[in-house]
């Protein structure tokens, strides 16, 4: 059922995307698009000082500030203070915009229980693609599950759910749109972020991205450092250190609009291979099948109104969301039979595995 409209999603991206090509062609400027992730009550990952949405834009400032000064460069910013965007907005200023490049900057945080929360570090530049590790899906759903604070976002978002990793299949039918030239573009970032800001190298990386899929050009999304580390976090929110990064990003573009040849293709290849070996080790211990039937950015209480009377309600944590399931079920086929009496309460309902105490995928 949800595969039809996937492919008309599909269809029409890739339609807008022929138009706003031709668009493009005919001006002369070379157009960055810098959207600094997040924004306004959106705060994205937040450090022990510090917090991405204000990192985000320091250093999209001072990239946007050393690319105005050359010519025939333009620059867009999806916003330039602190304010609430959704992805699409985001994406509806870079295709108005008709940009020749387009540059996410966020940072990177994991999960408050990871044991190496305080000791993980380094930059990795995403492109369009399906994850091919469950940390890579981690990153896309930690940066997707913005929509879910917008109050249609089903609707916005034409029935994705970035919670569900089979919502995840739409990025697998847009993966090859601008994909050579935008990883071409990430690996010069990611160069760039090891040589001059000195980052450790977690390499270029593949995952679904809405804002990635949405806009119609080359399209990167970097993760600079992780906030949760404090070493990194002094860096990534330091003067000196978003100089660093926004002097790496800036020689990257230069390098990408010279054409200068950067490319690493054995690498990125070689990344892709390292993350599918990665997978099959990442699961582990029993799976059993619950049912999801709520997700909020506040704790919802158990005896709430909210869960229309639905017994044995379990809470557990996720990218920063508290999310309700019920049951628990050694089959994925007694499960969907829940499932179907549950839609009735709760139509955005949908199985989920667990294995131990967490979500596993
Ligand atoms: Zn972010």
Known sequence: MRIPILI???????????????AADTASDFIVVLDPGHGGKDYGAVGKTSNE???????ARLVAGSLRQQDSIKVVMTRDDDTFLSLQERANVANRAHG????SIHVNSVDRRAKNRTTIAGASVYTLGLHRTAENLEVAKRENAVMVLEPDYSTTYSGFDPNSAESYIIFELNQNRHLDR???????????????AGRKDKGVRQAGFWVLMATSMPA??????FICNPQSEKYISSAAGQRKMADAIVNAVNAYRSGRKTLHSDEATQTAASDKKQEQTDSSGKIVYRIQILAADRPVRIGSSEFKGVKGIEQYEENGLYKYTVGNYDSMAEADRQLRKLRKTFPKAFVIKWAGNSRVY
Do not use: C, G, P, Y
């Open 53 to 59: 949405k204000s990192i985000n834009l320091e250093v």
């Open 220 to 225: 990167i999304l970097i993760e600079l450092d």
């Open 100 to 103: 020749d490049l387009f540059i």
């Open 182 to 196: 935008s990883i071409q573009f990430a690996q010069t970032v990611q160069d760039e972020l090891v040589s001059t």
């Open 8 to 22: 008309l999603i599909s269809i029409i991206l890739t339609l807008s995307d022929a138009v706003t090509r031709m």
